[in-house]
C-alpha cells in the first residue's frame, strides 16, 4: 500500500471517531485553552517523542503560528490523558506557551482510548516511519479490528508454528485468510506479523532493544513468553555484563521457566562472557510419576523444587 493510501485509510478510521452521528459538532467536541500542567501523556504510551531537527521545527512553527489542530484527550483517574499530541504539548511547553488547545473526549473505553493513540501516529507518520515496537502497537490495533477479543486462534497458531509446536488450535485454513490480509497490506509475510506481535509482550527495557536492533528476533521471540519479571532478570543480566543474547540462550531460559531463578540467569550469563559451560545449572532429575501425584499433585512446580531443596537439605544435613 502507498504510503498516502495508507495514511488516508487510517485518517478515515479517526474521523469517524471524531464526528457525531448528526455530523454536527457536540459539547464533547468542543474546543478549549487548557493548561499545560492539567494534561498527562497516556498510560503506556508505546510512541517515541520527537527529537532533533523534527522537535525543533516543530516549536518553531508553534512559536509562529500556535497549535492549529488542538490537542485530544480523555479525563483518566482525575486527570485529563492525552489521546492524541504528545508531541504537540512537548513542543508548546518548549515554546513557552502555558495553555493548548484541547478537545476532551466523553465516554471512550479503554480500547476506543488507545484507538485514538495508535491511528493518530499512524497518519502523522505513517507505518514504515515506525520503530518496531510502535509497529507491533499498530498491527495489534489493525488485528484487534478485525478478530474479536479473545479470538486470536490464527495468531496463536502462526506462533505455534514458529515455535515447531504443534498446532491445537484446530482452526481451519480459512482462518488464516484474515491475518494474510492484514500482513499483506503492510507489506510482509503472515510469520513475520505474528512474530512482530510478540513484541507487544516484552517488557520496555527490551522493546528499546528491539528498536535499537540490539538483539536477534528469535532471542526476543522466545523471551516474550517469559513473565515479566523473569524478563527483567535477563534484561538487567545481559545488559551488566554486555552480553549480547543468542536465540539458544533465550529459549534455554524460556524452557526452564518453572524452576528458573535471578541468580541462576546472572550465573549463566556470567559464565557465557567468561567462556564457560552453562549445562550444570540446568541439570534435570525425574520423578517418578506415583511419586509425583503422591506429594505433588496440588502444588505448583516452583513450590515443589522449593520442597525437594529443602528435603535435600535436611537429608545431608542429618546424614
Same mark, same amino acid.
Given at each position: 500500500?502507498?504510503?498516502?493510501?495508507? !495514511?488516508?485509510?487510517?485518517?478515515?478510521?479517526?474521523?469517524?471517531?471524531?464526528?457525531?452521528?448528526? &455530523? +454536527?459538532?457536540? $459539547?464533547?467536541?468542543?474546543?478549549?485553552?487548557?493548561? *499545560?500542567? $492539567?494534561?498527562?501523556?497516556?498510560?503506556?504510551? %508505546?510512541? $517515541?517523542?520527537?527529537?532533533?531537527?523534527?522537535?525543533?521545527?516543530?516549536?518553531?512553527?508553534?512559536?509562529?503560528? &500556535?497549535?492549529?489542530?488542538?490537542?485530544?484527550?480523555?479525563?483518566? !483517574?482525575?486527570?485529563?490523558?492525552?489521546?492524541?499530541?504528545?508531541?504537540?504539548?512537548?513542543?508548546?511547553?518548549?515554546?513557552?506557551?502555558?495553555?493548548?488547545?484541547?478537545?476532551?473526549?466523553?465516554?471512550?473505553?479503554?480500547?476506543?482510548?488507545? +484507538?485514538?493513540?495508535?491511528?493518530?501516529?499512524? #497518519?502523522? /507518520?505513517?507505518?514504515?516511519?515506525?520503530?518496531?515496537?510502535?509497529?507491533?502497537?499498530?498491527?495489534?490495533?489493525?488485528?484487534?479490528?478485525?478478530?474479536?477479543?479473545?479470538?486470536?486462534?490464527?495468531?496463536? /497458531?502462526?506462533?505455534? !508454528?514458529?515455535?515447531?509446536?504443534?498446532?491445537?488450535?484446530?482452526?481451519?485454513?480459512?482462518?488464516?485468510?484474515? /491475518?494474510?490480509?492484514?500482513?499483506?497490506?503492510?507489506? @510482509?509475510?503472515?510469520?513475520? @506479523?505474528?512474530?512482530?506481535?510478540?513484541?507487544?509482550?516484552?517488557?520496555? %527495557?527490551?522493546?528499546? @532493544?528491539? =528498536?535499537?536492533?540490539?538483539?536477534? $528476533? &528469535?532471542?526476543?521471540?522466545?523471551?516474550?513468553?517469559?513473565?515479566?519479571?523473569?524478563?527483567?532478570?535477563?534484561?538487567?543480566? *545481559?545488559?551488566?555484563? &554486555?552480553?549480547? #543474547?543468542?536465540?539458544?540462550?533465550?529459549?534455554?531460559?524460556?524452557?526452564?521457566?518453572?524452576?528458573?531463578?535471578?541468580? *541462576?540467569? /546472572?550465573?549463566?550469563?556470567? =559464565?557465557l562472557v567468561n567462556g564457560k559451560k552453562t549445562e550444570k545449572k540446568f541439570?534435570? *532429575?525425574k520423578l517418578q510419576t506415583v511419586v509425583y501425584q503422591r506429594y505433588f499433585?496440588?502444588?505448583? %512446580?516452583?513450590?515443589?523444587?522449593? #520442597?525437594?531443596?529443602?528435603?535435600?537439605? @535436611?537429608?545431608?544435613?542429618?546424614?
Open positions: 500500500m502507498s504510503k498516502g493510501l495508507e !495514511k488516508r485509510k487510517l485518517a478515515s478510521d479517526v474521523l469517524d471517531y471524531l464526528e457525531d452521528e448528526s &455530523g +454536527t459538532e457536540t $459539547k464533547e467536541n468542543e474546543v478549549k485553552l487548557i493548561p *499545560v500542567d $492539567k494534561l498527562v501523556p497516556f498510560h503506556n504510551h %508505546p510512541f $517515541k517523542l520527537y527529537e532533533g531537527q523534527r522537535l525543533d521545527d516543530m516549536v518553531e512553527s508553534i512559536k509562529e503560528h &500556535g497549535v492549529m489542530i488542538p490537542i485530544l484527550a480523555r479525563m483518566y !483517574k482525575g486527570k485529563l490523558e492525552i489521546l492524541s499530541g504528545h508531541n504537540r504539548l512537548n513542543a508548546s511547553i518548549k515554546a513557552g506557551l502555558r495553555e493548548v488547545p484541547v478537545i476532551e473526549k466523553i465516554g471512550l473505553s479503554e480500547k476506543e482510548a488507545y +484507538t485514538y493513540v495508535i491511528e493518530t501516529n499512524l #497518519i502523522q /507518520r505513517g507505518f514504515s516511519e515506525l520503530l518496531p515496537s510502535e509497529q507491533a502497537a499498530a498491527l495489534e490495533i489493525e488485528y484487534d479490528k478485525v478478530i474479536s477479543q479473545g479470538k486470536r486462534n490464527d495468531i496463536i /497458531r502462526e506462533i505455534e !508454528k514458529l515455535s515447531g509446536i504443534e498446532s491445537t488450535s484446530g482452526q481451519s485454513d480459512q482462518k488464516l485468510d484474515k /491475518r494474510d490480509a492484514i500482513s499483506s497490506e503492510y507489506g @510482509m509475510s503472515g510469520s513475520k @506479523m505474528a512474530r512482530m506481535l510478540r513484541i507487544n509482550h516484552l517488557v520496555q %527495557p527490551f522493546k528499546d @532493544m528491539v =528498536d535499537a536492533n540490539a538483539i536477534n $528476533k &528469535g532471542a526476543y521471540f522466545h523471551i516474550s513468553f517469559m513473565p515479566q519479571e523473569q524478563q527483567l532478570w535477563v534484561f538487567h543480566a *545481559v545488559n551488566d555484563y &554486555g552480553y549480547k #543474547i543468542s536465540e539458544e540462550i533465550a529459549k534455554l531460559f524460556r524452557d526452564s521457566e518453572e524452576t528458573l531463578t535471578e541468580q *541462576v540467569v /546472572r550465573d549463566t550469563v556470567d =559464565d541439570q534435570s *532429575v499433585r496440588e502444588v505448583e %512446580p516452583k513450590e515443589a523444587v522449593s #520442597i525437594i531443596e529443602k528435603a535435600l537439605e @535436611m537429608y545431608f544435613t542429618t546424614k
